[in-house]
Structures are given as structure tokens and as C-alpha cells.
């Protein structure tokens, strides 16, 4: 695991896949990727749901046999950097299992891989920029879809982000070859009609700096398991530091048995 990080670091590329399930290739019949995009430390079964959803939705396009998925890992400064709490390596090797996991209960092509970004902007143009190189591939025929919960939906669309810059200008280059999926939030920090307000809003033309063409690429699901929208990284870190079981059930059963057999995440 350590060399298919440090061949990537090596290589200087942007965007490099390390793993697929079945193909080898993206195939030509795959209209669009699946991006979930995340620190995975680890991979849970929120991540999960997250993909599961995604493919359900049509995107006004796409057949649920038209898309595949793609699990993304930013390694930036991964040469000069010792993430924690958790290994590089360890995530990758999580993620593989997740990848696995995600293959068989969902029959979907999967794929992992890595990117030196860490805008979606950037990590758009890397994965297009890959896809553009596969002389068997249209790459104006597929779309991204990065894969995002509501809070994350907020600051992607925050113009202070881009200042001095618009957001207009920032974001429209992604917006041309690649959409955005998010799952609502499930606590009362805001409530479920306040965020379907915000894409009419946005729809309306109603929130500044936010072009209004742009909520034809936001795609809004309502998260349906209460229990899964409440599963976070870190709440399984402080589970597993205290000897606390519950994790248990927050992770696919091969990623429980490798956190347990390697000790990650104990104090």
C-alpha cells in the first residue's frame, strides 16, 4: 500500500486510480462517476449510504447501469506530511474494502482513487483530464457527480471561498462537466424545509452570487435513515479510544476486523 501511495507522490499526477473491482477500465458504456470525495478515517457505513442514494437518483440522464462510483482520497503534501490519526495507507486499505463492500451489495463498478487537490474544482479537472487520455472513452458524454452532504453543499457555494475571485468565475468550469449530489441533514441545526428552500432559492436566483442555471446541477435527496445520517469519522474514532462497542455497527464487518487487527485509532 505504502509504494501505491509513494508511486503516486512520485509520479507528479494529479489523479491516479490504484484499484478497480471487475473492469479495468472505465468502461465506454459509463455515463456517469459517482465522486465521494473524503478523508475516510475511517470509511462508514454513512459513506455508504451516501453512494447507495446517489445511484437511485437519475440526474435527468442516467440509468443506474450508466453509472459507476469512484472513491477519492486527497493525499496533498502526503510526501512532507504524517496524516492522523490514521495512516495514508490505512485509509487506502479501508478504502478498498469499502470499494469491495460496495461492489457486491450494490452490483456496481468500483474504483479508488488518488488526487494531489484539494478544491473540487481541481480534482474535476484532474479526473477529466484522465478520462480525456482513454482514446475508448467520449469524455463529452460522461458527467461527475461529487458526492456531498448539505453542510459541505453550503461552503462549496460560498463566494468568500474565492475571493478575490467570483464565484461565478471559480465554479463555472466545474459546473460544465460535473454536478453535485447531497443528502439533506437528519438534526435541528436546520430544518429539512429550509434546505429544499435554499435550491429554490437558488433556483430563483435568489441567493447572491449564485448563478440560478446552476440548480439544474443539484441534485437534493432527502436521507431517509436517521441512524446513518449521524455516523461521522470522528464520533467512531472517540468510540474506538474509549473501548466503546458501538462502532461496531457503524462499519462494514471487513472494516471493523482490520481496525481491530492493526490498532488504529487506540490512544
Request: hydrophobic letters at 35%; one cysteine or more; glycine letters at 4%.
Amino acid at each position: 500500500m505504502s509504494k501505491l501511495l509513494q508511486d503516486f507522490i512520485n509520479s507528479k499526477s494529479a489523479f491516479r486510480v490504484i484499484y478497480s473491482t471487475p473492469s479495468n477500465t472505465f468502461e465506454g458504456r459509463i455515463r456517469r462517476i459517482c465522486v465521494l470525495d473524503s478523508s475516510f478515517n475511517p470509511p462508514h457505513l454513512g459513506h455508504y449510504s451516501l453512494v447507495k442514494e446517489s445511484l437511485i437518483c437519475n440526474y435527468n440522464d442516467s440509468p443506474s447501469h450508466n453509472k459507476m462510483v469512484l472513491l477519492l482520497l486527497s493525499v496533498n503534501n502526503a510526501d512532507k506530511l504524517t496524516p492522523q490519526p490514521a495512516s495514508f495507507h490505512h485509509r487506502i486499505e479501508m478504502m478498498f474494502k469499502l470499494a469491495d463492500h460496495i461492489h457486491e451489495s450494490l452490483k456496481i463498478d468500483v474504483k479508488v482513487g488518488l488526487t494531489n487537490h484539494a478544491k473540487f474544482v481541481d480534482k474535476s479537472k484532474a479526473i477529466c483530464s484522465y478520462l480525456s487520455n482513454d482514446k475508448q472513452l467520449s469524455i463529452s458524454s460522461i458527467r461527475l457527480s461529487f458526492l456531498v452532504g448539505f453542510d459541505t453543499l453550503i461552503r462549496i457555494l460560498n463566494p468568500k471561498y474565492y475571493v478575490p475571485n467570483s464565484l461565478a468565475s471559480a465554479l463555472g468550469g466545474f459546473f460544465e462537466t460535473s454536478d453535485l449530489f447531497c443528502l439533506t441533514r437528519s438534526d435541528d441545526s436546520i430544518s429539512l424545509e429550509n434546505q429544499f428552500d435554499y435550491l429554490d432559492s437558488i433556483a430563483s436566483g435568489d441567493i447572491d452570487g449564485v448563478p440560478k442555471h446552476w440548480s439544474s446541477n443539484i441534485f437534493l435527496s432527502h436521507n431517509e435513515s436517521l441512524e446513518l445520517s449521524k455516523i461521522s469519522s470522528s464520533s467512531i474514532r472517540s468510540n474506538i479510544s474509549h473501548n466503546n462497542e458501538e462502532w461496531f455497527n457503524k462499519v462494514t464487518p471487513d472494516i471493523k476486523n482490520y481496525i481491530a487487527n492493526e490498532g488504529i485509532y487506540k490512544d
